[in-house]
C-alpha cells in the first residue's frame, strides 16, 4: 500500500514522511527531492525543471508522472512508497489512480496536513536542508548541534533557492490553484484522513500514526 501526503508547501510533508518512512520501513518517494537531484546532475530534464521550480510554479505532469512511474518500477517499492509532494495536480491523482489499478496496488491513506499561511511562512523562511542526505531543520524550531552542519552525517546545511520570501508567496497560489482541488478528489474516500500540522513535530507524528494505525 502507497501513502500520500497532501498539503501546502512548507506545512511539514517532508519531516513528517521520513519519519513515517522509518517506522514503517517503506521508502520515502519526493518528487522535489528528485527534481532537485536531476538538477544537479546537470541533465537536460533538470536544467528545464530548476528554472521552473525557482519559480515556484509546477512542473510538467508528464515529467512528474514518468519519474514517479519509474521509482515506482525499482524493487524496493514493491511493499509500496511514502509519497511527498506527489500527487499535485488532477491529472496527476488520475494517472496515480490508473497505475496503482494496474498493479493491484491501493492507497493505504491520504494524510491531509492543515496549517495557517502564517505559520508556514515562519517555517519556511527558516528551514536549512542538509546538502548531503536531506535532513531537514529549521533555524528556530529545529536548529542542529553544531551550526550550519547536519547532526545527523555532519554535512553542510543550505538554504533552498525557492525558500525566498517572493517564491514562497508563489507557491502558496499555485497550490491554493492547482493543488487543493485534490482534497475534494480524496475527501470521501476512507483513506483520507485530515490532520492538523499545528504544534511540535513529535505530537504531529502522533497524529498521523494514529490515523494510519501502525503502532508508534
Ligand atoms: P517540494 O520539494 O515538494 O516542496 P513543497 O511542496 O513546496 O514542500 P516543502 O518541501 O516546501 O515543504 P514540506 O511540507 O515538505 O515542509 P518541511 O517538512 O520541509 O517541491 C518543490 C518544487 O518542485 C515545486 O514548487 C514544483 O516546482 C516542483 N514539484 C515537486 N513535486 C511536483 C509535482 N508532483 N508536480 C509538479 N511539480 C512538482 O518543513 C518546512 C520547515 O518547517 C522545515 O524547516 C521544518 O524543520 C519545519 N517544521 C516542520 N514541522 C514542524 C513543526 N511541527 N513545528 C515547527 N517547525 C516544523
Ligand atoms: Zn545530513
Same mark, same amino acid.
Given at each position: 500500500?502507497?501513502? %500520500?501526503?497532501?498539503?501546502?508547501?512548507g506545512?511539514?510533508?517532508g519531516t513528517?514522511?521520513?519519519?513515517?518512512?522509518?517506522?514503517? !520501513?517503506?521508502?520515502?518517494?519526493?518528487?522535489? !527531492?528528485?527534481?532537485?537531484?536531476?538538477? /544537479?546532475?546537470?541533465?537536460?530534464?533538470?536544467?528545464?525543471?530548476?528554472?521552473?521550480?525557482?519559480?515556484?510554479?509546477?512542473?510538467? +505532469?508528464?515529467?512528474?508522472?514518468? %519519474?514517479?512511474?519509474?521509482?515506482?518500477?525499482?524493487?524496493?517499492?514493491?511493499?509500496?512508497?511514502?509519497? !511527498?509532494?506527489?500527487?499535485?495536480?488532477?491529472? /496527476?491523482?488520475?494517472?496515480? +489512480?490508473?497505475?496503482?489499478?494496474?498493479?493491484?496496488?491501493?492507497?493505504?491513506?491520504?494524510?491531509?496536513?492543515?496549517?495557517? !499561511?502564517?505559520?508556514?511562512?515562519?517555517r519556511l523562511s527558516g528551514r536549512r536542508v542538509c546538502s548531503k542526505c536531506g535532513a531537514i531543520y529549521h533555524i528556530r524550531y529545529h536548529a542542529p548541534t553544531v551550526y550550519g552542519l547536519c547532526d545527523i552525517c555532519?554535512g553542510g546545511l543550505q538554504q533552498r533557492d525557492d525558500d525566498q520570501?517572493?517564491? %514562497?508567496?508563489?507557491?502558496?497560489?499555485?497550490? /491554493?490553484?492547482?493543488?487543493?482541488?485534490?482534497?475534494?478528489?480524496?475527501?470521501?474516500?476512507?483513506?483520507?484522513?485530515?490532520?492538523?500540522?499545528?504544534?511540535?513535530?513529535?505530537?504531529?507524528?502522533?497524529?498521523?500514526?494514529?490515523?494510519?494505525?501502525?503502532?508508534?
Amino acid at each position: 500500500k502507497h501513502f %500520500i501526503f497532501l498539503g501546502a508547501p512548507g506545512v511539514g510533508k517532508g519531516t513528517q514522511a521520513q519519519r513515517l518512512a522509518q517506522l514503517m !520501513d517503506l521508502p520515502h518517494v519526493s518528487t522535489g !527531492d528528485m527534481l532537485r537531484a536531476s538538477v /544537479q546532475s546537470g541533465r537536460e530534464t533538470g536544467l528545464r525543471a530548476a528554472a521552473v521550480m525557482e519559480s515556484g510554479a509546477l512542473v510538467g +505532469d508528464e515529467i512528474i508522472v514518468r %519519474i514517479v512511474e519509474e521509482r515506482l518500477l525499482l524493487e524496493d517499492a514493491s511493499d509500496g512508497v511514502i509519497f !511527498d509532494g506527489f500527487p499535485r495536480t488532477i491529472h /496527476q491523482a488520475h494517472a496515480l +489512480d490508473n497505475l496503482l489499478a494496474a498493479h493491484g496496488d491501493e492507497i493505504g491513506a491520504v494524510l491531509h496536513l492543515d496549517l495557517d !499561511d502564517e505559520e508556514i511562512v515562519g517555517r519556511l523562511s527558516g528551514r536549512r536542508v542538509c546538502s548531503k542526505c536531506g535532513a531537514i531543520y529549521h533555524i528556530r524550531y529545529h536548529a542542529p548541534t553544531v551550526y550550519g552542519l547536519c547532526d545527523i552525517c555532519g554535512g553542510g546545511l543550505q538554504q533552498r533557492d525557492d525558500d525566498q520570501p517572493a517564491v %514562497i508567496r508563489k507557491r502558496l497560489a499555485v497550490y /491554493q490553484a492547482e493543488t487543493a482541488p485534490l482534497i475534494a478528489y480524496y475527501h470521501d474516500r476512507p483513506a483520507y484522513h485530515l490532520v492538523s500540522g499545528e504544534g511540535e513535530v513529535d505530537d504531529v507524528f502522533s497524529r498521523i500514526v494514529k490515523a494510519v494505525g501502525v503502532a508508534g
